[in-house]
């Protein structure tokens, strides 16, 4: 089994800052991609940003105003959300792209989601 625990949601006011946390535990080999997506009500889900050892990906939408890191050690992935906007509503799913053995595959397990709220 492998669970992905987020932290960090919540309300904050346009214009605000959250931090948003997830650690990944369980039966865990390896990980090559660790982020976010977020989905708002009648909305598809989208990537918000994401990171690997070939990079980091961001969304258009949250570019220079979001940081995503990674603590290798911990299996945790941090997204620091600086100049909050109304838009940014919605819910916040943490991913991992891992394996749970040597010479298994890689596979995508997600997170329950965290409530982030922007009051205009």
């Known amino acids: 089994q492998v669970y992905l625990e987020e932290s960090g949601g919540g309300l904050a006011q346009a214009g605000g800052s959250l931090r948003l946390s997830c650690a990944a535990s369980?039966?865990?080999?390896?990980?090559?991609?660790m982020g976010w997506y977020r989905q708002a009500p009648g909305k598809q889900r989208e990537l918000v940003a994401d990171?690997?050892?070939?990079?980091?990906r961001y969304g258009d939408s949250v570019k220079g105003r979001f940081t995503i890191s990674r603590d290798d050690a911990k299996n945790e992935v941090h997204l620091q959300m600086n100049s909050l906007k109304y838009e940014d509503t919605a819910v916040y799913y943490c991913?991992?792209?891992?394996?749970?053995?040597?010479?298994?595959?890689?596979?995508?397990?997600w997170g329950q989601g965290t409530q982030v709220t922007v009051s205009s």
């Open positions: 991913t991992a792209n891992l394996r749970t053995r040597a010479l298994g595959t890689y596979d995508d397990y």
């Open positions: 369980g039966n865990i080999f390896s990980i090559f991609t």
């Open positions: 990171i690997n050892n070939g990079g980091i």
